[in-house]
T-cell receptor, first 115, second 109 residues
């Protein structure tokens, strides 16, 4: 069974630009959630999508948004990039979602550098 | 907000048991306790989770205090492949997750 795939693995953007990250979940998983990991703040929850609907959102500004397609693939968008957005962005898929307490299967992340 | 606190680092000798503690004094009745670990250059990997009772699986055991304000992840025999950062996470009934800062486990051969 293929794991969670995130593309691209690395990305360099300039302040003020926008970026779109992609996540392909494990086949059959309807939940995709996104996380930001930085040395200073650690791992933080961004949002979760389940069957194309956003279920919950962490404490991030509206510049961070996402969507999920009918095939469960998900994209995350960050607009008007700031230096502080430099981070490893992780996505995870699961069968029943966060509320169902099914294990999260993480991808290896997209490392975003904002210059 | 739910919070978890973990020691920054711990060491263990290979083939010895390891007890990784986590404090979550503000836990609510419906919050689950999850543990994940992260190896370098990889995403986190699920280890175990529980609500009130102690839990066992092939990877580890989870001991949850009676008042649920703390828990301990137990690796019964540490191997070099267990060297990782271990995260204690609260999953709330409101579909939110709160990560601890993680404990970096070093396994000494």
């Amino acid at each position: 069974k293929a794991g969670v795939t995130q593309t691209p693995r690395y990305l360099i953007k300039t302040r003020g630009q926008q970026v779109t990250l992609s996540c392909s979940p494990i086949s059959g998983h309807r939940s995709v959630s996104w996380y930001q990991q930085t040395p200073g703040q650690g791992l933080q929850f961004l949002f979760e999508y389940f069957s194309e609907t956003q279920r919950n959102k962490g404490n991030f500004p509206g510049r961070f948004s996402g969507r999920q397609f009918s095939n469960s693939r998900s994209e995350m968008n960050v607009s008007t990039l700031e230096l502080g957005d430099s981070a490893l962005y992780l996505c995870a898929s699961s069968l029943r979602g966060i509320s169902g307490n099914s294990p999260l299967h993480f991808g290896n992340g997209t490392r975003l550098t904002v210059t | 907000d739910a919070k978890t606190t973990q020691p920054n680092s711990m060491e263990s000798n290979e083939e010895e048991p390891v007890h990784l503690p986590c404090n979550h004094s503000t836990i609510s009745g419906t919050d689950y306790i999850h543990w994940y670990r992260q190896l370098p250059s990889q995403g986190p990997e699920y280890v175990i989770h529980g609500l009130t009772s102690n839990v066992n699986n092939r990877m580890a055991s989870l001991a949850i205090a009676e008042d649920r304000k703390s828990s301990t992840l137990i690796l019964h025999r540490a191997t070099l492949r267990d060297a990782a950062v271990y995260y204690c996470i609260l999953v709330t009934g409101a579909n939110n997750l709160f990560f601890g800062t993680g404990t970096r486990l070093t396994v000494i051969p």
